[in-house]
């Protein structure tokens, strides 16, 4: 990904807080709205609890979409959203770890109504790396790029 393109992608993921995260189970993929964060490399984090069906089925297959957009204030109408499709593998990030607490200010930082979930033991942490982007913004601006 050059530096345009990961600009575009990092401003679309600054602007949003939630995205779509798609995971595979065992007979069925499962897609679930919650809130993001991200690193500067553009990998992105996401909490839930250990009971969830989406972190089960991350930890037996790894791979996972995210579907981001600006549908939210974007014109809808004349097709100009902003939106991403990010395919990576997911890995859980250790609690009480250095990479936990770096990672869980950024993610508080821009979600800080999602702090009382810390207050879990439950808690997991799960960072996708990218692989695969897919973005686009109206019907002229668009890439696609294996990572």
Known sequence: MDAEQ????????????????????EAW????????GQTDE??????MLADAEKYANLLAR????VAIDNR????????????????????????NSAEWDELKERFLTKNPFEEPFFGYDSLR?????PKRVSYANGLTDSFKVEL
């Open 6 to 25: 990961k600009q575009k992608l990092a401003n679309l993921c600054a602007q949003q807080h939630v995205a779509v995260l798609t995971t595979q189970g």
């Open 29 to 36: 993929p499962t897609a679930h709205l919650q809130a993001f």
């Open 42 to 47: 553009l990998d992105l984090i996401f909490i």
């Open 62 to 65: 790894p791979q996972a979409t």
């Open 72 to 95: 939210d204030t974007a014109d809808v109408s004349t097709l100009q959203v902003a939106r991403a499709t990010i395919q990576g593998l997911a890995a859980e990030v250790a609690r």
């Open 125 to 129: 942490m799960m960072r996708l790396t």
